[in-house]
Nanobody, 125 residues
Framework: QLQLLESGGGSVQTGGSLRLSCVAS????????MAWFRQAPMKEREGVAS???????TQYADSVKGRFTISQDNEQTVILQMRNLKSEDTGMYYC???????????????????WGRGTQASVSS
């Protein structure tokens, strides 16, 4: 059973940066698509970024392009570097995973069966 654990959230001012980490355990190999989602109060969960651990290809939501970077630090760890943060980036950030060959889509959270418990990121002006 794949388990995901997020860390790195916190409170920053507008324009600041945060670095989120997701550590995976309980699996073998590196054959997953890893993704970050976020959910603000009273809003639906939305995909932020994903990375295919086999090909290294990445995908970003339009709202974070040019500001966020997703990367694979090692076989177990995925990083979301967030820069030039805005108040609308505030929310609970979740790490998610699915086998890459199932082609999970960032636009569809239901495509991802494995989830962490989340880490809070708060951006204030």
């Amino acid at each position: 059973q794949l388990q995901l654990l997020e860390s790195g959230g916190g409170s920053v001012q507008t324009g600041g940066s945060l670095r989120l980490s997701c550590v995976a355990s309980g699996y073998t190999g590196s054959n997953y698509c890893m993704a970050w989602f976020r959910q603000a109060p009273m809003k639906e969960r939305e995909g932020v970024a994903s990375i295919n651990s086999i090909h290294g290809s990445t995908q970003y939501a339009d709202s974070v392009k040019g500001r966020f970077t997703i990367s694979q630090d090692n076989e177990q760890t995925v990083i979301l570097q967030m820069r030039n943060l805005k108040s609308e980036d505030t929310g609970m950030y979740y790490c998610a995973a699915e086998l890459y060959w199932k082609r999970p889509q960032l636009e569809r959270p239901a495509d991802f069966p494995y989830w962490g418990r989340g880490t809070q990121a708060s951006v204030s002006s």
